[in-house]
């Protein structure tokens, strides 16, 4: 079966390499990047409101995608 997603106003863009890495994280990881994802430059609190985390955990999962190459501060790609 085929899926169609749904844009509606905005898309969401993920680097083709996170698709290896899903296997070795779980839900919460993979919430805060799509909420870095965004590129509306969140704050880790908000980050923590949207997914329902906590801040360290937020902070966690920045350090993990950082780890992983595909995440850097300050980056304005």
Known sequence: MKYKLHYGE???????AVLPKLKNV??????????VATGNNLSKEKIADLTGCDVLTVEKALSYWQGAELLSEGASD
């Open 26 to 35: 779980d839900g919460d990881v993979l919430k805060v990047l799509v909420c």
């Open 10 to 16: 905005g898309v969401i863009n993920l680097p083709e």
